[in-house]
């Protein structure tokens, strides 16, 4: 049982540069989440998605879009990054609504 | 508006020293209060939660915390530090309502915590 699963750990990209970063649960949750972690902030949300189909933007959700491939699947794609969106990336899921379970991070630099 | 206040950006405790990390949240409705845990390098793992009933709420690790109502407050408690419960520890809360926000969770912005031997 691996729980969230997040791909790739590291990421370096140009500005302007576009990728899809992946997050897959095997724990049959209904919702996921993705979040971005920036010192001093705390965890904000980016988008998140209730169920297979539905997703929904949150507090920050400029520069992102996202797709609910599945109930397992959940990406985060980037079509131009820029520097701003240097940050650590979770992608959490949840079956009750109750208490989230996050994935490892991915941790993303945008020069 | 849902929102989670850590007053404190660190605390520091020595090992065996009781230790108390702050949180303070405003909701609308009943709020579901969770602590959760962030080790260098790792995701954040679930300590413990408040939904409903007692206010001392029992966690991982020996971790507790008390649900004060008429405060606001939240605070993450442990009678005896270790040196290996030095982290980043993050308070968060959501509205009871089934109808609300699909379950977001709002978090406080870290308590780095250094228990030091």
């Known amino acids: 049982n691996a729980g969230v699963t997040q791909t790739p750990k590291f990421q370096v990209l140009k500005t302007g540069q576009s990728m899809t970063l992946q997050c897959a649960q095997d724990m049959n949750h209904n919702s996921m989440y993705w979040y971005r972690q920036d010192p001093g902030m705390g965890l904000r949300l980016i988008y998140y998605s209730a169920s297979e189909g539905t997703t929904d933007k949150g507090e920050v959700p400029n520069g992102y879009n996202v797709s609910r491939l599945n109930k397992r699947e959940f990406s985060l794609r980037l079509e131009s990054a820029a520097p701003s969106q240097t940050s650590v990336y979770f992608c959490?899921?949840?079956?009750?609504?109750?208490?989230?379970?996050f994935g490892p991070g991915t941790r993303l630099t945008v020069t | 508006a849902q929102s989670v206040a850590q007053p404190e950006d660190q605390v520091n405790v020595a090992e065996g020293n009781p230790l108390t990390v702050k949180c303070t949240y405003s909701v609308s409705g009943n709020p579901y209060l969770f602590w959760y845990v962030q080790y260098p390098n790792r995701g954040l793992q679930f300590l413990l939660k408040?939904?409903?009933?007692?206010?001392l709420v029992k966690g991982s690790y020996g971790f507790e915390a008390e649900f004060n109502k008429s405060q606001t407050s939240f605070h993450l408690k442990k009678p005896s530090a270790l040196v290996s419960d030095s982290a980043l520890y993050f308070c968060a809360v959501r509205d009871s309502d089934r109808g609300s926000t699909l379950g977001r969770l709002y978090f406080g912005r870290g308590t780095q915590l250094t228990v030091w031997p």
């Open positions: 959490a899921s949840t079956l009750t609504r109750v208490e989230q379970y």
């Open positions: 408040y939904i409903t009933g007692d206010n």
